[in-house]
T-cell receptor
Framework: GENVEQHPSTLSVQEGDSAVIKCTYS??????FPWYKQELGKRPQLIID?????GEKKDQRIAVTLNKTAKHFSLHITETQPEDSAVYFC????????????FGQGTELSVKP | EPEVTQTPSHQVTQMGQEVILRCVPI?????FYWYRQILGQKVEFLVS????????KSEIFDDQFSVERPDGSNFTLKIRSTKLEDSAMYFC???????????FGPGTRLTVT
């Protein structure tokens, strides 16, 4: 089955710096790649997603890049703010398989003021 | 904006007891999911459900688990005989097409004592 690896497990940056989180996956049939932000005790919230026919997508301070050949995708957060502190999960989905998502292990991002 | 809702928010039960977790997906959505998250760990897929039947289930979803859509609005997860290791946060999610954003409910925290 699909295996998703996420790195790093923890990331600490200064306010205003950039943060990059990387994920790799194993199933070449995977074609949907969302990123979720989860605050303590809350539900995962989608922050950005990308599909396999697109290499990069940006939404204000957040961007995701996808390399299908290498089977990896990354989340980039620029100009980080303390409210960006949370756990971030990458996930991988496959069309035509009911849409289940396989999640990475999560990255705890801490933005220090 | 419509939301997925879940009840109860917290359920405490004794080992061996049956529990039913309830979810109300977004009204026009067609695909439904249950995930679980053990404290401090990643989100894990349990089961997907479409057209009144299970589309796919994970190894975690053994014979002790079942899902049902008893009417046009509710989607339930039943655990027949709970074990200590079933203690986790259980998230319901729904999506319109199965290939777009999954909307997560707020979760039910299940504590098995």
């Amino acid at each position: 089955g699909e295996n998703v690896e996420q790195h790093p497990s923890t990331l600490s940056v200064q306010e205003g710096d950039s943060a990059v989180i990387k994920c790799t996956y194993s199933d070449s049939a995977s074609n949907y790649f969302p990123w979720y932000k989860q605050e303590l005790g809350k539900r995962p919230q989608l922050i950005i997603d990308i599909r396999s026919n697109v290499g990069e997508k940006k939404d204000q301070r957040i961007a995701v890049t996808l390399n299908k050949t290498a089977k990896h995708f990354s989340l980039h957060i620029t100009e980080t703010q303390p409210e960006d502190s949370a756990v971030y999960f990458c996930a991988v989905g496959v069309y035509n398989q009911g849409g289940k998502l396989i999640f990475g292990q999560g990255t705890e991002l801490s933005v220090k003021p | 904006e419509p939301e997925v809702t879940q009840t109860p928010s917290h359920q405490v039960t004794q080992m061996g007891q049956e529990v039913i977790l309830r979810c109300v997906p977004i009204s026009n959505h067609l695909y439904f999911y249950w995930y679980r998250q053990i404290l401090g760990q990643k989100v894990e897929f349990l089961v997907s459900f479409y057209n009144n039947e299970i589309s796919e289930k994970s190894e975690i979803f053994d014979d002790q688990f079942s899902v049902e859509r008893p009417d046009g609005s509710n989607f339930t997860l039943k655990i027949r005989s709970t074990k200590l290791e079933d203690s986790a946060m259980y998230f319901c999610a729904s999506t319109l097409t199965g290939v777009d954003e999954q909307y997560f409910g707020p979760g039910t925290r299940l504590t098995v004592t």
